[in-house]
């Protein structure tokens, strides 16, 4: 409402005159029309007030409202006014307003309607007052934060990091690099699903992928948890990728090949070998590296196919690398030889000359792709023609050689002159590298320990190394730990090579050569070993105890391991049981086996799976045995121990085998344990 007052002091003989005009704007819409209300006072002459009148809108009228005080009797001005007043009040409101609804709203009220807005909103809010503010982030600032939370192994953060604030709050165009740190992440990671999927919306933004990012795509494949999944999808990235004729960098065909050989895909390895060949990239160490990791996939014969590649390296004229020495050694300690009559023929027959070939790029090729390949894939069926071909090449070897023998590992012959003057086993990498007149035979390899003697054992295999220019690591001793001999003299090579490369060893290397020795009865090496441990200060830890009770074969020995335990402040897991049921169940000790469920049931251990078939197969009667002709005390014990099985197997909760919750044992298993027949 809008007051207008014009006011005027006029002085005429006894009379004061006080004039002035009120006047209020009213504006309503209704009937499409302005009424105007105006209250004027008393005046002299209806021409003093023509100049403010003059200022009003046309088409409004005025009304006028005389107040003023009369020097001559009458009625008061000011009862006059407020009679009208009250006559007047709330009638104007009614003329000229058309609304008849009021929301009440206040503070409160609204602060409650801004909390009912969405998450979306919000956001968009922000990033409107980012925008608004200048204060924004760049994409390259979002591929350093990303980066860190990744090396921190939050993945999920920097993925929402980058899904939430970065695209949605504000609203920044991504780059190739945030991609491609991301896939790498997820790759690590085992998510193979989302690293395709962020490849797939990096595509649709119009984005260019680069060399990193294709290896880090095929690294994703690689570490997929499904392997013939990752297979697929690396052989529909390569497929996809020689359409484009898409030029691969060294980097993204190791990466390729790492895929193709984690899935056991030897051809198909092979095959993008040949390939990078063809395109004018060098074989390095790291080609072999891969390919070694494809031989530790054959448990059967992964030691003989890895010997083979080392020979093609070494022809080659490539140096091994520690890598590669590690991983001979794993090869060494997982995988066994295969046909000893195949690896003979394979391993000892003569070096062929290699075809030289020269690719587009004028790089020589020092590889035999083919005779590897061939090597490689060789079939167990093809024995007779092995024979053949191993009598055929030991005729050749003859004309072009002296005379040979078949030397045993294990068992001491009459060796060559050349032979005898050495007191160590021949190296068999030394023979790649330089043919000697002695021969290995490869009949007698059973064991770990005489694979690695085949290699030159411990101190020919660290010698090897230290003439290649390296130095053996913390992973190289522990493998050696894990695959020689259990013995003091073993330890003692070990403690020296470790002094002499100031390698510190930790608990880990000492559990393995606790272990060795625990696994092959000999508890002196074992105490030899937790003695060294005590000296250099090296902290024990439960797997220690689990490694010392694998030589616990008496009842006395197992019950002195857990006190120890106790008193050193550790508690025995299902591990530390499982070794002490499996030495008591070789021996047929059902005291002793008695004597340890008791010591679970107190010290509330629950059983995994691996322990209850333990304990099945330990209940269960000697084939042909029958137990209605004959009694005598190891039948008398075998039936005490079943009884109380059966009633321990029904008391204790059980873990599953993925280490979850405990749950109670199911009614299969007990079935199994009661002798009695169940469905699988």
């Known amino acids: 409402m809008f007051a207008s007052v014009a006011c005027s002091c006029v002085r005429n003989g006894r009379n004061a005159v006080v004039s002035y005009t009120r006047i209020p704007l009213y504006f309503t819409f209704k009937n499409s029309s302005?009424?105007?209300a105006q209250h004027l006072s008393g005046h002299r002459s209806p021409d003093f007030f023509l100049p403010a009148?003059?200022?009003?809108?046309?088409?409004?009228?005025?009304?006028?409202?005389?107040?003023?005080?009369?020097?001559?009797?009458?009625?008061?001005?000011?009862a006059e006014s407020d009679h009208l007043e009250h006559d007047n009040f709330g009638s104007l409101s009614k003329d000229i307003s058309s609304r008849r609804l009021f929301r009440k709203t206040s503070l409160h009220l609204q602060d409650l309607q801004h909390q009912r807005d969405d998450d979306d909103d919000q956001e968009e809010d922000a990033g409107e007052?980012?925008?608004?503010?200048?204060?924004?982030?760049?994409?390259?600032?979002?591929?350093?934060?990303?980066?860190?939370?990744?090396?921190?192994?939050?993945?999920?953060?920097?993925?929402?990091m980058f899904e939430r604030d970065m695209l949605k709050v504000e609203r920044l165009q991504p780059e190739e690099f945030n991609y491609t740190v991301l896939i790498g992440g997820c790759g690590r990671a085992g998510q193979l699903k989302k690293a395709f999927k962020l490849y797939n919306d990096m595509k649709k933004?119009?984005?260019?992928?680069?060399?990193?990012?294709y290896t880090a795509l095929f690294n994703a494949c690689a570490e997929a948890p499904v392997k013939h999944t990752g297979l697929r999808q690396a052989l529909k990235l390569e497929q996809e990728l020689r359409r484009k004729k898409y030029p691969l960098s060294t980097i993204t065909y190791h990466?390729?090949?790492?895929?193709?050989?984690?899935?056991?895909?030897?051809?198909?390895?092979?095959?993008?070998?040949?390939?990078?060949?063809?395109?004018?990239?060098?074989?390095?160490?790291?080609?072999?590296?891969?390919?070694?990791?494809?031989?530790?996939?054959?448990?059967?014969?992964?030691f003989r196919l890895a010997l083979q590649v080392w020979r093609q390296m070494l022809g080659s004229g490539i140096t091994p690398d520690s890598k590669n020495y590690n991983l001979l050694l794993?090869?060494?300690?997982?995988?066994?030889?295969?046909?000893p009559a195949l690896a003979t023929a394979l391993l000892l027959s003569p070096v062929q000359k290699k075809r030289e070939h020269v690719s587009q790029s004028g790089i020589q090729n020092v590889i035999d792709i083919d005779l590897l390949e061939k090597q490689l894939l060789v079939q167990p069926d093809i024995h007779r023609d092995s024979q053949h071909h191993s009598g055929d090449s030991q005729d050749e070897f003859h004309n072009t050689q002296e005379s040979t023998h078949l030397i045993s590992v294990t068992q001491p012959v009459l060796l060559p002159i050349d032979v005898a003057g050495d007191c160590r086993a021949p190296n068999l990498l030394d023979l790649f590298e330089k043919p000697r007149r002695g021969v290995v035979s490869l009949g007698s390899v059973v064991g770990a320990s005489d694979r690695l003697a085949l290699i030159g054992g411990a101190q020919g295999f660290l010698e090897k190394m230290e003439a290649n220019g390296l130095s053996p690591d913390l992973r190289t001793l522990t493998l050696l730990a894990d695959t020689m001999e259990s013995g003091d003299q073993s330890l003692q090579v070990l403690l020296k090579a470790a002094k002499q490369h100031r390698v510190k060893l930790d608990t880990v290397f000492f559990n393995s050569v606790i272990c060795r020795a625990a696994r092959a009865d000999n508890t002196e090496g074992a105490k030899a070993a937790l003695s060294v441990m005590r000296e250099r200060k090296v902290n024990v830890d439960v797997q220690t105890f689990g490694c010392l009770a694998?030589?616990?074969?008496?009842?006395?020995?197992g019950l002195q391991l857990l006190e120890d335990m106790e008193e050193a402040g550790f508690k025995p897991n299902v591990h530390v049981f499982s070794a002490l049921i499996g030495r008591a169940s070789q021996r047929l000790d059902y005291v002793?086996?008695?004597?340890?469920?008791?010591?679970?049931?107190?010290?509330e251990v629950w059983p995994n799976e691996v322990i209850i078939r333990q304990l099945e197969f330990a209940s269960q009667y000697p084939p042909n045995y029958d137990q209605h002709k004959s009694r005598n005390n190891y039948l008398i014990q075998i039936d005490g121990f079943r009884g109380y099985y059966q009633q321990w197997l029904r008391s204790m909760p059980a873990q599953s085998s993925e280490g979850g919750e405990s749950r109670m044992v199911s009614p299969a298993l007990k079935a199994v344990a009661a002798g009695e027949p169940t469905s699988s």
Not at 205 to 213: E, I, K, W
Not at 287 to 295: A, E, I
Not at 550 to 557: A, F, S, T, V, Y
Request: glycine share 6%; aromatic share 8%; hydrophobic share 35%.
């Open 205 to 213: 933004r119009g984005l260019v992928p680069t060399d990193a990012t």
């Open 53 to 78: 009148l003059s200022r009003l809108p046309r088409g409004l009228t005025a009304r006028y409202q005389s107040l003023s005080a009369a020097s001559d009797g009458g009625t008061s001005p000011h």
């Open 592 to 603: 002793y086996l008695k004597t340890i469920l008791k010591k679970m049931s107190t010290m």
């Open 129 to 160: 007052f980012r925008r608004k503010t200048g204060r924004r982030n760049t994409p390259y600032w979002y591929f350093l934060k990303c980066k860190t939370l990744i090396k921190k192994k939050k993945l999920q953060e920097a993925l929402d």
């Open 255 to 302: 990466a390729l090949l790492k895929a193709h050989v984690i899935s056991n895909h030897l051809q198909a390895y092979f095959h993008t070998l040949r390939e990078m060949l063809q395109n004018g990239h060098a074989v390095t160490q790291e080609t072999f590296h891969y390919l070694l990791m494809g031989c530790l996939k054959d448990k059967e014969t992964g």
């Open 550 to 557: 694998l030589g616990c074969k008496r009842q006395e020995d």
């Open 330 to 339: 794993r090869t060494a300690r997982d995988c066994a030889i295969g046909d």
């Open 34 to 36: 302005l009424i105007f």
